[in-house]
């Protein structure tokens, strides 16, 4: 099989929500989380043979309800959490909660498929992340080079820091942070940063983006109008610690300077409908992938605001702005000298 050809995976059910699992250290490793209103949702747990090139999957049932947002523990590959919709009451609310995998889930990874999703076993709830008289939850954030003790969850206006404790059987929420003003103002998304010995947060709210300190629980930054429309996601450059990527539904993919916040330091404007989604790559802080409801995953090469330029390694110190200004951005059309382009380097689903 060449190499830039894609492996397939096919779901019973619609998902939105997925995950890498960061302390499987022996395995390649994905959980996917399902929608569906009617039948039980489920856990995808993906493995990627990348030998073989081939994928085995385990599936665990999820009978809380329809599956938003999936985070994995970082330091317990058995530990996960969910945010998902139920009905209360003839009306709908969004719940957080801790889960455990069966500890004999990995028993039937060589059974056929049909016969592990025929038979799937079922998630052990762990304890709960809800607080009612905080809103409704919209994602958990585990700290992200922590212990597994400590996550944040977003809920309508609030950011509430929690202590598990006792195996993660309980939680104890340990600070708040609220977000203040006119209307009805809601957290849209989060990303708490892996620099400052994991002391900062940043949220998004409608168009704003917000920068908090969680030893304090206050803002310590705030970009007003970052984008034109609804902010969707966000994400830390893993490697230089003050800058981060938003997008939106304006369509732009936008990198900021948190010490200069009146302007971003680059845009892209590739998308033809709203960005829901974007991630550095954790090993190559220049590639950035950014996922669209115009249908289209574009990779794109962010050379003159990476870490690693062409050629050599530097440190920040090391980058001026005129080496950075000089470096050659390349968004999702890469070509090789002849001018063809090159493999791999352009996705569009």
């Known amino acids: 099989m060449e190499d830039d050809a894609p492996v397939i995976y096919g779901l019973e059910f619609q998902a939105r929500a997925l995950t890498a699992q960061t302390a499987e250290t022996d395995a390649i490793r994905f959980l996917v989380g399902t929608q569906s209103l009617k039948f039980d949702n489920q856990i995808h747990i993906i493995d990627f043979d990348d030998e073989n090139n081939i994928i085995n999957k385990n599936v665990l049932l999820h009978q809380a309800g329809e599956i938003w947002h999936i985070g994995a523990s970082p330091a317990d590959k058995a530990v996960l959490t969910t945010c998902y919709n139920k009905t209360s009451d003839s009306r709908l609310v969004s719940c957080a909660a801790v889960w455990r995998m069966p500890s004999d889930w990995e028993t039937g990874s060589h059974e056929s498929p049909d016969d592990s999703a025929h038979n799937p076993q079922t998630l052990e709830l762990l304890c709960r992340l809800d607080d009612s008289a905080h809103g409704n939850a919209a994602c958990v954030l585990w700290e992200p080079m922590g212990d597994g003790k400590r996550v944040i969850s977003l809920a309508d206006n609030n950011a509430l820091l929690w202590d598990l404790q006792e195996s993660s059987t309980q939680a104890t929420v340990s600070s708040t942070a609220t977000l203040e003003g006119k209307g009805q103002l809601k957290f849209t998304a989060g990303k708490w940063s892996p620099h400052h010995n994991c002391s900062q947060l940043a ?147």
């Open 203 to 349: 949220t998004a709210n409608d168009t704003a983006i917000r920068g908090w300190d969680l030893r304090t629980m206050s803002q310590i930054y705030c970009i007003e109008n970052a984008h034109g429309q609804l902010v969707r996601d966000l994400d830390f450059n893993p490697n230089r610690q003050y800058y981060l990527a938003s997008c939106g539904d304006d369509c732009k993919v936008k990198f900021w300077d948190v010490r200069n916040v009146q302007e971003p330091i680059k845009t892209l404007e590739e998308h033809s409908h709203w960005v829901w989604s974007v991630r550095y790559n954790h090993s190559h802080d220049q590639l950035v992938l950014t996922a669209s409801s115009d249908s289209r995953l574009i990779l794109s090469n962010m050379v003159s605001i990476s870490s690693e330029p062409f050629g050599h390694l530097v440190d920040d110190e090391e980058l001026s702005e005129g080496e950075d200004n000089h470096q050659e951005d390349k968004d999702l059309e890469m070509r090789s000298p002849n001018k063809q382009p090159v493999n791999g380097s352009r996705g569009t689903v």
